[in-house]
């Protein structure tokens, strides 16, 4: 899975970070052509502690803006949806990616009598 910002980050280094307050997040947007709407979300995004999560989801807000809400009835209310979500910052999956990146638990040994 490609998270954009912690491309060349190791494993130890992410978990470091989101420990300092980092996060994960996608943004979403929609696009419409003619009768046709979609809502879609973007990579994840690395976000480091203290950035504003708000100015890297820009983009899709701006693509939102533009092509988005020409399709009805999805297009306006998806675009609105996509406007809401990303300026709150975006979706946060922190704890949905971070539970995948951490080595699951190894059961304990049986001790033998």
Not at 17 to 31: D, F, H, P, S, W
Not at 50 to 79: D, E
């Amino acid at each position: 899975m490609k998270i954009v910002g912690a491309e060349n980050m190791s494993e130890d280094q992410m978990r470091f970070e989101i420990q300092r307050g980092a996060k994960l997040v996608y943004y979403q947007y929609a696009v419409s052509i003619l009768v046709m709407s979609f809502r879609r979300a973007s990579n994840i995004y690395f976000i480091p502690a203290g950035a504003n999560a708000i100015a890297k989801g820009l983009p899709w807000t701006g693509l939102s803006l533009l092509v988005g809400w020409w399709g009805i009835p999805w297009g306006p209310i998806w675009t609105i949806q996509a406007l809401v979500t990303n300026f709150r910052g975006g979706k946060d999956v922190t704890a949905e990616i971070f539970g995948r990146v951490q080595p699951s638990a190894m059961p304990a040994a049986a001790s033998i009598s």
